[in-house]
């Protein structure tokens, strides 16, 4: 790594800007891989995680809160899915 890291020094190519050039050519395939390779080195790469309950089971969230809130969405959609059937 460190050897790629002083040739490119040494030859005054920087990896990254060749990325951002790439994103200007003609060529919209280009565009979209360079964008790509270059986002690699502006955002971490996100995993998923799964939660779950002993031996793998769903976890169960009971509380008057969540439900109070599932009610309030329930009733909104109830209500835009109306006043759209009346429109």
Not at 56 to 80: F, N, P, R, W, Y
């Amino acid at each position: 790594m460190d050897d790629l890291q002083a040739m490119c020094e040494e030859s005054g190519v920087e990896p990254f800007q060749v990325f951002l050039d790439l994103c200007k050519h003609r060529d919209p395939q280009i565009q979209i891989a360079a964008a790509r390779e270059a986002a690699k080195y502006v955002y971490t790469q996100r995993k998923a995680a799964e939660i779950s309950g002993p031996e793998g089971a769903a976890i169960q969230v009971e509380s008057s809160e969540v439900k109070e809130i599932l009610a309030d969405l329930k009733s909104i959609i109830d209500t835009k899915t109306h006043e759209r059937g009346q429109a």
